[in-house]
């Protein structure tokens, strides 16, 4: 390892600093301070002679330690419910961060993705240089609330279980779910397989938190209307993706075949139409298959799916405009709920006659 020689820029040596800057110009390590944050304090002289080093050095200084210095970063942390990778396999995330984007490019803010910390939303939160936090998914509030609070980190909380004076933006989940299994009903269907995002492991002893028990809330709100409670539903609960979907619904389609799948995300239901696809089974001949989103790719799908439609940059936009505003140090908002809205399309249709297509008929 090269530890000695001119500071600089290439492979191996280390970045210069104000140190470094301060010795070649003859002057004060405060004084090259000045020099870049300053000027009026020292000579004009004395400053032509620091940006002289600095540029022969290579020196650039430290923007983030600057912008905390000052209090300040003009960055906006998303901190997120999983690792990054398992994040950006949802295109769920892709629209939210959209609407989170938007704002940011217009306020002129940075946006930091803040995965957990050896699997800790709360660990994470110190090491973020951010002005504030959108906090996405927090079903149950481990502390991440009570440190945020405590450091004075503005955040607006996003598909959370609500806190006490905290801003937070949700959508009407109870209602979007309820709809979605009452089409199913509607149609006939009572065979019906739920596939849940999985609640981790907390859901044993706290139950289902969030966005998720508001979801389940709404199914069997739903089901009641037809005498029917959650026990009648075969429930799977498997991580959010596109792969997951496929292996649930393989696995579903094992046993005692259901006529209608109700996916709790449009990427699970995805995942379900390429099993039942590669089955042999026709949707919605044979099985139909319900999402929840309203994602591009559910109209693009063949069918298309039928989904419950949330406004997901909507919402990314909404959570950005009422933290930059906390950032801002302006009048706290109160919580806010987004509409959803039923978007019927070709993967939904009546269920099959009983011991008629509805049980595995091939093509």
Not at 224 to 245: F, I, K, Q
Request: hydrophobic share 40%.
């Amino acid at each position: 390892m090269a530890t000695g020689g001119r500071p600089g820029g290439e492979p191996g040596k280390r970045r210069p600093t104000s140190k470094d800057v301060a010795a070649a110009a003859g002057v004060s390590r405060s004084a090259v301070s000045f020099a870049f944050n300053d000027p009026a304090r020292i000579s004009e002289a004395t400053r032509e002679r620091i940006l002289a080093a600095a540029r022969e050095l290579g020196y650039v200084p430290n923007a983030v330690a600057r912008m905390l210095q000052a209090g300040q970063t003009k960055s906006l942390g998303v901190l997120l419910p999983q690792n990054v990778a398992k994040v950006m396999e949802n295109p769920y995330y892709a629209r939210f961060l959209l609407g989170v984007g938007q704002v940011c490019d217009r306020e002129g803010f940075t946006l930091l993705l803040t995965p957990p910390l050896r699997d800790s939303m709360l660990k994470a939160i110190p090491y973020a240089a951010v002005d504030g936090f959108v906090v996405c998914g927090l079903e149950t509030d481990r502390g991440e609330v009570e440190e945020l609070r405590r450091r004075g980190i503005p955040f607006v909380l996003v598909d959370s279980d609500a806190a006490e004076g905290a801003p937070s933006v949700d959508v009407d989940d109870r209602n979007g779910a309820r709809e979605a299994v009452e089409h199913l009903l509607q149609l006939g269907h009572r065979r019906i397989a739920v596939l849940s995002i999985d609640p981790g492991p907390t859901v044993a002893t706290v139950g289902y938190r969030g966005s998720l028990s508001r979801r389940m809330a709404g199914i069997a709100e739903g089901l009641s209307g037809a005498g029917m409670t959650m026990n009648d539903v075969e429930l799977l609960e498997v991580p959010c993706t596109r792969a997951e979907g496929y292996r649930a619904t393989g696995a579903v389609m094992a046993g005692r075949a259901p006529t209608a799948i109700l996916a709790l995300s449009d990427v699970l239901a995805i995942g379900a139409v390429d099993a039942l696809h590669e089955l042999g089974l026709r949707v919605p001949g044979d099985v139909s298959v319900t999402g929840f989103d309203d994602l591009p790719e559910a109209s693009w799908l063949r069918p298309r799916l039928t989904t419950v439609h949330q406004p997901i940059a909507a919402k990314g936009r909404l959570a950005a405009e009422l933290l930059v505003s906390a950032v801002r140090g302006e009048d706290q908002h109160p919580h806010q709920v987004l509409g959803t809205a039923l978007m019927v399309r070709d993967s939904s249709g009546r269920a099959p006659a009983p011991g008629g297509t509805g049980t595995r008929t091939r093509r």
